[in-house]
């Protein structure tokens, strides 16, 4: 098959940001496609099957105009334009990247970047109650942290609150030293580094002091009506059923709910039951409940966390697989077994 050339312009203010340090970008998407780039004073020449040029010329251009909008491109940029110009829409950061939900304390813009995010922050938008699930590093608590801030800085809710369920990921800790709220704090930090992050550490102690931030163990949110809040509940696969039920029904008028969970990292004891499974089964037909799904796609911490992640998905698939055909086989031979 003859090779298919063409020479692509690309801005010299540009090129550094798009082709990455050492030009790691531009390597990875010539392994990828099965191309070859090559920078040259006339531009750029790209070089293989007319399909696959055709298709990394669309993720250079796309890539050039997220960096044309100001954004200095990671490897997660490269990661996520290549696997969405599989299904033709390489642009879809582009179009996303006009939606910034806030800022850092630091002044970077907090905004999705994958359309799985997108599609979990319009839920959260429609809906009064919006259910998160996926793997770890996917921006289920991130986002949602930003949306409440956002509302709660613009005057839509009066208070945010912040709830986990208190339980130990698969190790014992022993005995905590302090007061009841030193010895919860662990259990909450990563809500508290998320509040820092984007509110700052001031403006969070002075509302906090106010009490109109509150973080607090979910064992917390029994007896109580909450009007007129945002609430977020974390690592709601670690909820029991009851604690599940007893947090849904705390909701009062004007308040919206996040509930955001990884099913593939529960910490309950093996005979009990996940509360957001039950969830995901019983309020699946209910108005105004959203439940978002986030994939491995949607990872946006280090690349590497992405590569992890879809191991331990095959890891498990494979091995559910496994576990179903001894299943099969079992009784089979209980049924059959005994037969001459």
Do not use: W
């Not at 020449?45 to 251009?61: C, M």
């Not at 259910?131 to 945010?160: C, E, H, S, W």
């Not at 509040?195 to 001031?202: A, D, P, R, T």
Request: hydrophobic residues 35%; glycine residues 8%.
């Amino acid at each position: 098959m003859d090779e298919f050339t063409i020479r692509l312009s690309l801005p010299a203010e540009h090129m550094q940001n798009v082709f990455g340090e050492y030009d790691n970008y531009v390597r990875k998407i010539e392994k990828e496609l099965s191309v070859t780039i090559i920078n040259r004073d006339d531009g750029i020449k790209i070089s293989g099957r007319e399909a696959d040029v055709n298709q990394a010329r669309s993720v250079l251009e796309n890539l050039t105009a997220l960096s044309r909008r100001g954004n200095v491109i990671q490897e997660q940029n490269v990661e996520y334009t290549l696997e969405m110009s599989y299904a033709h829409r390489e642009n879809a950061q582009v179009e996303m990247d006009g939606e910034i939900i806030c800022h850092t304390t630091g002044g970077k813009p907090v905004k999705p970047k994958t359309l799985g995010q997108k599609q979990y922050v319009d839920a959260i938008r429609d809906h009064m109650i919006t259910f998160a699930l996926g793997p770890a590093g996917t921006g289920k608590t991130y986002l949602a942290m930003a949306m409440a801030i956002t509302a709660f800085k613009n005057d839509q809710v009066g208070r945010i609150i912040l709830t986990r369920p208190a339980i130990e990921a698969g190790e014992k800790l022993g005995f905590l030293p302090g007061d009841l709220q030193s010895k919860v704090d662990p259990y909450l930090r990563p809500l508290y580094d998320a509040l820092h992050q984007i509110m700052g550490v001031e403006s969070f102690a002075r509302n906090t002091e106010k009490g109109l931030i509150e973080v607090a163990p979910l064992a917390y949110m029994r007896g109580r009506t909450l009007d007129n809040a945002y609430i977020i509940l974390d690592e709601a696969q670690n909820t029991t059923p009851a604690q599940m039920k007893m947090f849904l029904t705390r909701i009062g008028f004007g308040s919206k709910v996040i509930v955001t969970g990884d099913a593939s990292q529960k910490d309950l004891a093996p005979d009990i039951q996940s509360g957001l499974d039950v969830a995901l089964r019983v309020l699946g037909g209910v108005e105004d409940i959203a439940f978002c799904h986030l994939t491995s796609s949607d990872v946006v911490r280090h690349p590497l966390v992405l590569k992890i992640v879809k191991a331990y998905e095959e890891y498990e698939a494979k091995a559910a697989s496994r576990q179903k055909n001894r299943g099969q086989k079992t009784h089979h031979a209980e049924k059959y077994g005994n037969r001459k």
